[in-house]
């Protein structure tokens, strides 16, 4: 199966920036989509960015639209998300995982495989 590997979590200040990535091995090429989602205790789990690995589309969240950049390299390798403009309620653990397609690219139920979490924390 897929193994993802989530790391570039931190600590940073209000419109600070900070790039996740999430490193794929394993049996990934049945896996088209790569979903980045977010978890805190104030909120319900969030998807806030997936790309399709065929066509390159990108989707995002309303609420990190123009902020946030999801994007990937070589064969699917790595992926990253780009998070400028931060804002504290950008704080939470964020994931990666994959799914077989992009249909639902921001719902949680379509992902398969999931990388652990990393945490982000948005102070002002």
């Known amino acids: 199966p897929p193994r993802l590997a989530v790391s570039g979590g931190d600590s940073v200040q209000v419109g600070g920036s900070l790039r996740l990535s999430c490193v794929l091995s394993?049996?990934?090429?049945?896996?088209?989509?790569l979903g980045w989602f977010r978890q805190s205790p104030e909120k319900e789990d969030e998807g806030v960015a997936a790309?399709?690995?065929?066509?390159?589309?990108?989707f995002y969240a309303n609420s990190v639209e123009g902020r946030f950049t999801i994007s990937r390299r070589d064969v699917m390798s790595t992926a990253y998300l780009q998070m400028d403009n931060l804002r504290p309620e950008d704080s939470g653990v964020y994931y990666c995982?994959?799914?077989?397609?992009?249909?639902?690219?921001?719902?949680?139920?379509?992902?398969?495989?999931w990388g652990q979490g990393t945490q982000v924390t948005v102070s002002s």
């Open positions: 995982a994959v799914a077989k397609s992009c249909w639902t690219p921001l719902k949680r139920p379509s992902y398969s495989y």
């Open positions: 394993g049996a990934i090429a049945s896996f088209d989509c």
């Open positions: 790309r399709s690995a065929d066509t390159g589309r990108a």
